[in-house]
């Protein structure tokens, strides 16, 4: 397969030139069989409906892909996702502070605080580290290798000119042209303890977005409405609208329910969710540590004879 108008070799179903960035068109005899098993499957379907709903989020079926300046792939899905990305020389990719997992040696690194000031502030306020890193291949192609720090998936979302909103933690790596703000989700949030800050991604090109288990997508026909924990939210279409509630009505009911703040989306629209809640599995594992009051409890062993 070549680049119809620069010539370079591209992988197979790639959806933009690696070497010039042109994006490649779908190919007509293609459309009505692949798209097919995309809304079987989940992955790769577009939601009906017009304006930025109509874009969907777009994710390789085969975790691989390339677009302007590099190429990646997602490895050891779902429990142990690694992010691999190749720059050509010069290109560059941001990345969450302590996300680099490898990189070849003439991949240099650079760690500033994007935004200045208040946006550091902003990002720290939000549960996120106040640095971003930026990695740039040096003198020729480089690779670079991402994970979260927990157990999880990876989805490379190629955006082209959409807007996203993530879950702060869910944010691990994006193309160097991507606009990234965070955004305050609510006094709800707040008094809740959910402490819900959402990150606002903009632009063309890759998102790499982490999840704590696997990632289940769910689609929103106009006018539907699907309530989630806001602690299995990983992101969502901005055209999606939602509001912040208690799961139950009345405070007795919220606390027997085990639950405490939710989102409530109304469609059109698609949005990514973790199968499991890294809160929870944390108060899962709170007993099994002891407390710093403990004492004298568990083992005392006397070594000094």
């Known amino acids: 397969m070549n680049c119809p108008n620069c010539g370079a070799v591209m992988i197979s179903g790639a959806q933009f030139c690696g070497a010039c960035g042109t994006r490649m068109p779908p190919p007509a005899q293609e459309s009505s069989a692949s798209e097919a098993p995309n ?39 779902p429990s142990f996702a690694l992010a691999v990305v190749r720059l050509q020389a010069e290109q560059s990719i941001l990345a969450e502070a302590g996300a680099m997992v490898s990189m070849s040696a003439n991949v240099e690194l650079q760690s500033q605080m994007k935004g200045g000031l208040m946006g550091a502030l902003k990002r720290a306020v939000g549960g996120e580290s106040a640095f971003v890193s930026t990695f740039t291949a040096r003198g020729g192609p480089g690779e670079v290798s991402f994970a ?44 809740g303890g959910e402490g819900l800050f959402v990150m606002q991604v903009s632009g063309t090109g890759l998102l790499l977005l982490t999840s704590f288990g696997a990632i289940h997508r769910k689609r929103l026909d106009a006018g539907e409405r699907y309530v989630v924990d806001t602690g299995h939210l990983v992101a969502w279409e901005a055209s999606l609208q939602y509001s912040l509630r208690k799961a139950a009505s009345g405070f ?3 606390m027997v329910s085990g639950e405490g703040i939710v989102a409530e989306f109304t469609g059109p629209g698609e949005l990514l969710i973790q199968t499991r809640n890294l809160a929870a599995f944390a108060g899962l594992l709170k007993p099994f540590f002891p407390s710093q009051g403990s004492g004298g409890s568990g083992f005392n062993i006397n070594l000094s004879g």
Do not use: C
């Open 39 to 77: 809304v079987s499957s989940g992955w790769g379907a577009t939601p009906g409906g017009g304006g930025a709903a109509g874009h969907g989020i777009h994710i390789d079926a085969d975790a691989r892909g390339q677009g302007r300046g590099y190429s990646f792939e997602i490895l050891h899905q």
């Open 148 to 191: 979260p720090g927990a157990p999880g998936d990876i989805a490379a979302i190629e955006l082209s000119n959409q807007m996203f909103m993530v879950q702060s933690s869910s944010y691990l790596a994006g193309d160097a042209s991507l606009t990234v703000d965070t955004k305050w989700g609510g006094a709800k949030t707040f008094f």
């Open 252 to 254: 007795f009911r919220t």
